[in-house]
């Protein structure tokens, strides 16, 4: 019964937080993103930008290549020799 009649005195230490001064960073990336220099947006981010880029387009294209070549193989029947 103790531990029920100090559940509000728990509950207001857990929600008690204290105020943490944290520098706002959206401005700097916003004026990143923003900056006319010729880039599309998926690649004005930096190297690791570029790399996810074209890491995802090998994937994408390599699937579709795997995907044609099996739609062709299954197109063709089967000889029975």
């Not at 009649?5 to 916003?30: E, G, I, W, Y």
């Not at 004026?31 to 190297?47: Q, R, S, W």
């Not at 090998?58 to 795997?66: D, H, Q, S, Y």
Request: charged share 15%.
């Amino acid at each position: 019964m103790r531990h029920l009649l100090s559940l509000p005195h728990l509950a207001s230490r857990a929600f008690s937080t204290t105020v943490r001064q944290m520098k706002n960073k959206v401005p700097d990336c916003q004026k990143v993103f923003l900056e006319d220099n010729g880039l599309p947006i998926h690649i004005k981010g930096g190297t690791t930008d570029v790399l996810l880029y074209r890491l995802t387009m090998a994937i994408t294209v390599a699937g579709t290549g795997f995907s044609c070549y099996w739609l062709l193989f299954a197109s063709f029947p089967k000889s029975k020799a």
